[in-house]
């Protein structure tokens, strides 16, 4: 990341994001992490466009590596006036604006210590994705979608980690500029506003207030409209990914009923039974993609899930088998399962095994639907 060519920044940059994503190097980074953050921190202030957004990246991976402790903190100080500059910096490229906007929320959920940086993240955040009053609502989301939903996805997160005497502000008043956002143009940013919205509601509950609106029926009514739209100019997938949201969001605003999702990773499983958890990993998800399965759970050796044969040198392979006690800490999974070789090989399911079940499911479901779609079936 120390070269005059653009590219091989870049190109160095990569292969970090790729190592950091798909193996755990806590103990590795401790000694270099103030040589990585002093490259980054070039690379965020000399770099253009992909360079900065890479960069980005690279230092909300670093911070999730360093963790909650003073490693982590310190990483996060040094670093967050160069990401609200960039972040707030109009003639900045969008791409390493969006980058910054989710590697300010996530290193601060990670690593801010203090109330007064949680308090100034969500403020500058909060300005990228709330429309001026100047402005007509539609404008500003319709600009720059991807921006406006990784302000508002980072800055969600942060609402789940604030202190109830801050959040009761928010739900005082502030929380209004979202219903607007429920028109935008963008549908990643319509479900974000929604499902945002019954994040505020879930909080809400929790505090035991009331989260008032000037119009609560005119809200449902907007949620039902986005839950039962069928426009034909909208994609089919759009519109069916919106639906399905949208139904799970309304039902819990008029029922307090959430659908809980299960999520699998190794021999263990976790369970989404809140918006606020949903939130949490969904935002590490973005960022580790197929990785966070690795993090979760014990590593399987040099070549983790993820890695595509990623060679890293100078590591000691017995560092490679560690997982993230931060994201194990987060979702309350406590120590992760130690099995031996025989354990290992008895949970295993051959291959032939699963072909006979998938066969034997996909018959079943085929024969099932077929009665369904059958002219002559009797409805």
């Known amino acids: 990341?120390?070269?005059?060519?653009?590219?091989?920044r870049q190109a160095a940059l990569r292969s970090l994001r790729l190592?950091?994503?798909?193996?755990?190097?806590?103990?590795?980074?401790l000694e270099r992490r103030l040589t990585l953050a002093d490259s980054l921190e070039k690379c965020l202030k000399k770099g253009k466009g992909e360079e900065q957004a890479l960069a980005g990246t690279v230092l909300t991976l670093l911070c999730l590596q360093m963790g909650s402790g003073p490693e982590g903190e310190e990483l996060f100080r040094s670093l967050k006036p160069l990401l609200v500059s960039v972040l707030t910096d109009s003639t900045a490229s969008p791409g390493a604006r969006q980058s910054c906007a989710t590697a300010l929320g996530m290193c601060c959920y990670i690593a801010a210590a203090?109330?007064?940086?949680?308090?100034?993240?969500?403020?500058?955040?909060?300005?990228?994705?709330?429309?001026?009053?100047?402005?007509?609502?539609?404008?500003?989301?319709?600009?720059?979608?991807?921006?406006?939903?990784?302000?508002?996805?980072?800055?969600?997160?942060?609402?789940?980690i604030c202190p109830p005497s801050h959040l009761r502000?928010?739900?005082?008043?502030?929380?209004?500029?979202?219903?607007?956002?429920?028109?935008?143009?963008?549908?990643?940013?319509?479900?974000?506003?929604?499902?945002?919205?019954?994040?505020?509601?879930?909080?809400?509950?929790?505090?035991?207030?009331?989260?008032?609106?000037?119009?609560?029926?005119?809200?449902?009514?907007?949620?039902?409209?986005?839950?039962?739209?069928?426009?034909?100019?909208?994609?089919?997938?759009?519109?069916?990914?919106?639906?399905?949201?949208?139904?799970?969001?309304?039902?819990?605003?008029e029922s307090g009923e959430y659908q809980e999702e299960t999520i699998r990773f190794g021999l263990e499983c976790m369970y989404l039974d809140?918006?606020?958890?949903?939130?949490?990993?969904?935002?590490?998800k973005e960022v580790l993609g197929s990785g966070i399965h690795h993090h979760l759970q014990v590593g399987a050796g040099p070549h983790a899930p993820g890695s595509a044969g990623l060679v890293?040198?100078?590591?000691?392979?017995?560092l490679l088998s560690q997982n993230?006690?931060?994201?194990?800490?987060?979702?309350?999974?406590?120590?992760?399962?130690?099995?031996?070789?025989?354990a290992l090989k008895a949970s295993k399911v051959s291959r032939f095994e699963k072909h006979l079940y998938n066969?034997?499911?996909?018959?079943?479901?085929?024969?099932?639907?077929?009665?369904?779609?059958?002219?002559?079936?009797?409805?």
Not at 1 to 8: G, I, M, N, Q
Not at 276 to 283: E, G, L, V
Not at 312 to 318: F, H, K, Q, S, T
């Open 1 to 8: 990341t120390v070269s005059r060519s653009a590219k091989a």
């Open 19 to 29: 190592a950091l994503a798909s193996r755990t190097l806590s103990d590795f980074l």
């Open 114 to 160: 203090d109330l007064e940086d949680l308090v100034s993240c969500l403020s500058c955040l909060e300005g990228i994705f709330s429309p001026p009053s100047t402005c007509k609502e539609s404008s500003a989301p319709a600009q720059h979608g991807p921006l406006h939903c990784s302000a508002l996805q980072s800055w969600s997160l942060l609402l789940t």
């Open 169 to 253: 502000s928010i739900l005082d008043n502030r929380w209004l500029q979202l219903p607007p956002l429920l028109t935008s143009s963008s549908v990643a940013l319509r479900i974000l506003a929604g499902e945002t919205i019954a994040l505020l509601f879930e909080l809400a509950q929790d505090l035991e207030e009331d989260l008032c609106h000037q119009d609560t029926e005119f809200l449902c009514t907007q949620l039902k409209v986005l839950a039962t739209e069928s426009n034909k100019y909208r994609a089919k997938t759009d519109r069916r990914r919106q639906r399905s949201i949208f139904r799970d969001i309304l039902r819990f605003i």
């Open 274 to 284: 809140s918006w606020a958890r949903q939130r949490t990993y969904q935002a590490f």
């Open 312 to 318: 890293l040198v100078g590591v000691d392979r017995a």
């Open 324 to 342: 993230n006690e931060l994201l194990r800490e987060i979702f309350g999974l406590g120590p992760p399962l130690v099995l031996d070789a025989a």
């Open 359 to 379: 066969s034997a499911a996909f018959k079943a479901r085929t024969k099932a639907r077929s009665r369904v779609r059958d002219k002559r079936a009797d409805v």
